[in-house]
Every structure is written in C-alpha cells, then in structure tokens.
C-alpha cells in the first residue's frame, strides 16, 4: 500500500520499491545518497539499485567510512524508464523529507546526477559541479555524475570525482588518495541513456529538515 501522500500522482498505479537499500541500521547512517527513480529492471528484479549503473556505484560506495544509505527522490518507476516530471518529484517530496528526517544522526546528503541536484538545491550544470559540497544548507551537501552517464560516457574518473569528496568529508584527504579507481572495476559499459529535466518546488534542504 503506498502512503496517502501518494494519491493523485500521475505515477500513483506504477510500480515501486519499498526495499530501499541501507547497508545497516536506520540510527547509525551518517550518509546518504540520493537517486532519481527506479528503473524497470530493479522492479523486475523486485530489488532497489539493482541495475549495472546502481550496481557499479554500490561498488565504488563498499567501503565508506561511515554508513550509508541509498534512497530514491522519486520511488515508483516513471513508464519507459523516462525520467520523472516537475509535478511528480514535488508530489514525492514529501516522502523524502520525512525520511531524512528518520536519519538522526545523518551528516551528508549526496545528490546523484542532474535531476535530483536541481530537484534538492535548485543547481544546474552536474558535470561542473561534479565532486562538490555546499555548506549553506541545514545539512551539507555533496553533488555527484549519475553513474549511468558514467557508463554511457564511458568517463568513469567522473564518477571517481564525484565520490572521492565525499570520503574525505568523512575521513580526511589522505584516505581518499588511497582510494581503490573505479576504473578498476570490471564493468562492460553500455549505451545507457540519461534524461536530466528542470524542477522547481519544495526543496528537502532549503528550510529545517
């Protein structure tokens, strides 16, 4: 049963995932990383950031230094693996602010690609901003190249870029040059195509979460 917050949304008889991945218990993540949508492969596989771009970047995230958590900013997968629009990443907000607010001890926010970077801080332009952390929020917050135009590009020192910042929020320069490449990481790189939209609306760090 989806929430009530939920109806009226045009994806509302789509399929989503309640098994949203966290690598350990909801009071110890102190991070968490941010998505678009699911895609209509983790729905088949009935398994959230199951695909080869998600499973790519839960390889590259193995080892954090702290815990952290996966989540989606739109949880039910748009028709077509299309990306979601303005009126349904509002309309699912919500929900994503109340789960940050479950995450008590929560000390960065990672936003992953274009979408949900404009979406959470109204920012534009992910590849310039790639590897970034703002300080002007209520929780800071780091932006990083979806993993999927990783693959498509075939540039995954962008995605190393984006992640390596932030290990060293957590951990301090000298364990991010230790940091294993990503391109060292066998993954068969695909023509994976990624749609980024303009959004507005309310936005989860831009008052008291």
């Known amino acids: 049963m989806k929430p009530t917050s939920c109806i009226g949304c045009t994806l509302y008889d789509q399929p989503w995932l309640e098994d949203i991945c966290t690598m350990g218990r909801e009071s110890e993540v102190k991070a968490l990383f941010i998505g678009k949508c699911p895609t209509l492969i983790e729905i088949k596989n009935v398994h959230s950031f199951s695909d080869k771009p998600w499973t790519l970047f839960k390889a590259s995230i193995s080892e954090f230094p702290v815990l952290p958590k996966l989540t989606y900013l739109v949880k039910c997968a748009p028709p077509g693996d299309r990306s979601p629009n303005k009126k349904e990443i509002n309309q699912c907000m919500e929900l994503?602010?109340?789960?940050?607010?479950?995450l008590k001890n929560l000390e960065l926010v990672v936003c992953i690609?274009?979408?949900?970077?404009n979406a959470v801080l109204a920012k534009k332009g992910i590849t310039k901003l790639n590897g970034s952390i703002f300080f002007d929020t209520p929780i800071p917050t780091a932006v990083c190249i979806d993993p999927e135009y990783a693959l498509r590009t075939g540039d995954l020192e962008m995605l190393e870029k984006g992640i390596v910042p932030?290990?060293?929020?957590?951990?301090?320069?000298?364990?991010?040059?230790e940091y294993t490449k990503l391109n060292d990481v066998p993954f068969i790189l695909t023509g994976l195509v990624s749609t980024d939209i303009e959004t507005t609306g309310k936005r989860p760090l831009q008052g008291n979460v």
């Open 96 to 102: 994503l602010i109340e789960e940050m607010e479950t």
């Open 113 to 117: 690609g274009d979408t949900v970077m």
């Open 166 to 177: 932030t290990i060293s929020y957590f951990s301090g320069p000298e364990l991010a040059l």
